[in-house]
Antibody
Framework: QVQLVESGGGVVQPGRSLRLSCAASGFIFNNYGMHWVRQAPGKGLEWVAVIWYDGGNKYYADSVKGRFTISRDNSKNTLYLQMNSLRAEDTAVYFC??????????WGQGTLVTVSS | DIQMTQSPSSLSTSVGDRVTITCRASQSITSYLNWYQQKPGKAPKLLIYAASSLQSGVPSRFSGSGSGTDFTLTISSLQPEDFATYYCQQSYSTPRTFGQGTKVEIK
């Protein structure tokens, strides 16, 4: 069925790296721009990054610029988020989301990243 | 960056009540405004896109209105399953900012 499934979350020490994956199925992945959105515990939603359908353009929130890299492998129907130099304030549930004409019509279930020593 | 401000931050209400949530943008976003519902431990769910278009499968008691800088989400008759947190989001420009959320609780 049509779905997004995130993986790769876990507990990591400050300053270390982690790579999240988002596996897409049931739709033509390379037709859609894809986003990462995060939610710190008990807080609201924060947009993190976007990558266009063909990987040709990428944009980041100022809070992660220079530390996080969004990428995709359309042959594997997978979206990635490489997170380097992690900080305590990066602790959150990370969601991937499919964009359709400016809105997110499909979300993954989320993966929890905890940055702690 | 475009700032999105929702009001109220929370509200206590009863089943059957009419609920109105407001979202204000710091500059005009024409109709590039979306509404999401989120329940605890779950991913957000799209309710309304382009300010007033109802997403397929969403009950007709949900409606959206507005343009420019001021927008409203209305639930005409609150049902038990509607107790949740609601977020607006602008898709006019990047970064795609969200409002801070409105938690709808049982009175």
């Amino acid at each position: 069925q049509v779905q997004l499934v995130e993986s790769g979350g876990g507990v990591v020490q400050p300053g270390r790296s982690l790579r999240l994956s988002c596996a897409a199925s049931g739709f033509i992945f390379n037709n859609y721009g894809m986003h990462w959105v995060r939610q710190a515990p008990g807080k609201g939603l924060e947009w993190v990054a976007v990558i266009w359908y063909d990987g040709g353009n990428k944009y980041y929130a100022d809070s992660v610029k220079g530390r996080f890299t969004i990428s995709r492998d359309n042959s594997k129907n997978t979206l990635y988020l490489q997170m380097n130099s992690l900080r305590a304030e990066d602790t959150a549930v990370y969601f991937c989301a499919r964009e359709l004409s400016g809105y997110y019509d499909l979300w993954g279930q989320g993966t929890l990243v905890t940055v702690s020593s | 960056d475009i700032q999105m401000t929702q009001s109220p931050s929370s509200l206590s209400t009863s089943v059957g009540d009419r609920v109105t949530i407001t979202c204000r943008a710091s500059q005009s976003i024409t109709s590039y405004l979306n509404w999401y519902q989120q329940k605890p431990g779950k991913a957000p769910k799209l309710l309304i896109y382009a300010a007033s278009s109802l997403q397929s499968g969403v009950p007709s008691r949900f409606s959206g209105s507005g343009s420019g800088t001021d927008f409203t989400l209305t639930i005409s008759s609150l049902q038990p399953e509607d107790f949740a947190t609601y977020y607006c989001q602008q898709s006019y420009s990047t970064p795609r900012t969200f409002g801070q959320g409105t938690k709808v609780e049982i009175k």
